[in-house]
């Protein structure tokens, strides 16, 4: 039910578009497929994604010569599915960490204001929850507020966190916070990066370093670095994640603050256009509202 008031803005918006876009039309034909396209890319799905399902339902249409608009839900959904199944082939609900990798690290990256550090708490309080022992690292060191802020989430959840000034070598936090979370004998190990994209050499020089120093501490290090984008920014997001992926190698990815936006679609095409997963949805501010990312709830919740 986190789920659905998350997606609440743009499940109204998108399937009040819909009904515009059908409005007096009982069959499938290039008008409704037209609007349909429109209706699509306002809803954030992106311009290659929205093709690909046109191209998919003319294909229908033109296999089965008539389709009623009152099965175009049920036509989306499935498609919609279909594409999603295309990365995520698990279908996790749970927080899962691998127990044979310990500590298990996280790399999370992103710009500033994306909600890495909301992400960052939330996903250890899920850790903690689940009896695991957790240690963040405060690695964007570009900012004081960065620091600060991530220090009172790590109280809030009450982990312990490895920081240094402001200014201070982001690879030698990462080095001492893995450190230390081998000395404690911890299960996950989250690191906060900086998030500056305006230089993308010195972005991709220092993620490189980070990663190359916490291999001197733990082999095959980082697990998994996870980009956390804010869905609201919509179109933003996509031009994100092709800086990103184009700055280190990112495995996994949050999509925050799809409450109150109705860009929801962003999810779907940014999955479809990347094929790196989405494994966790943020629906609010609140500690408790991150959630594991699952095609088909997503799914059901949407067109339900
Ligand atoms: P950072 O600069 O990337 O570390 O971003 P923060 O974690 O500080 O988040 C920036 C703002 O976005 C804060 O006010 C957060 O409370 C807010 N925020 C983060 N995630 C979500 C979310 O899923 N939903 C909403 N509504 N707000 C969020």
Do not use: C
Request: aromatic share 6%; hydrophobic share 40%.
């Amino acid at each position: 039910e986190t789920l659905d008031k998350g997606l609440e803005k743009s499940k109204t918006t998108f399937f009040s578009k819909l009904g515009k876009a059908v409005a007096g039309k009982s069959k499938v034909d290039d008008d409704v497929l037209d609007n349909l396209e429109e209706v699509l890319v306002s809803s954030d799905v992106g311009v290659d994604t929205t093709l690909k399902i046109i191209d998919r339902i003319e294909a229908r249409v033109s296999k089965d010569k008539y389709l009623g608009t009152d099965e175009l839900n049920v036509i989306l959904r499935e498609e919609i599915a279909g594409l999603l199944s295309e990365t995520h082939l698990g279908e996790e609900t749970e927080y899962n960490i691998p127990k044979d990798k310990k500590p298990y690290v996280i790399m999370v990256v992103g710009v500033n204001g994306a909600g890495k550090t909301t992400t960052i708490g939330k996903l250890a309080h899920q850790f903690k929850k689940q009896g695991l022992k957790v240690v963040l690292g405060a690695a964007d060191t570009f900012r004081a507020a960065a620091i600060d802020q991530l220090q009172v989430w790590a109280d809030r959840v009450d982990v312990p966190i490895v920081r240094q000034d402001m200014g201070s070598d982001p690879a030698s936090v990462a080095f001492d916070t893995l450190s230390s979370a081998v000395t404690q004998d911890a299960d996950v190990v989250i690191i906060d990066t900086a998030g500056r994209l305006h230089n993308k050499v010195n972005l991709m020089n220092e993620l490189t370093k980070v990663k190359r120093v916490m291999q001197k501490v733990v082999a095959d290090t980082p697990n998994e670095v996870l980009l956390v984008l804010d869905g609201s920014t919509g179109q933003n997001a996509f031009e994100q994640a092709k800086q990103f992926t184009k700055a280190t190698e990112v495995t996994s990815l949050a999509i925050t603050k799809l409450d109150g936006t109705a860009k929801g679609g962003v999810v779907i095409g940014i999955s479809d256009q990347f094929k790196i997963p989405v494994k966790y949805i943020g629906v609010g501010e609140g500690i408790e509202d991150l959630q594991v990312f699952n095609k088909i709830e997503f799914v059901d919740s949407f067109f339900n």
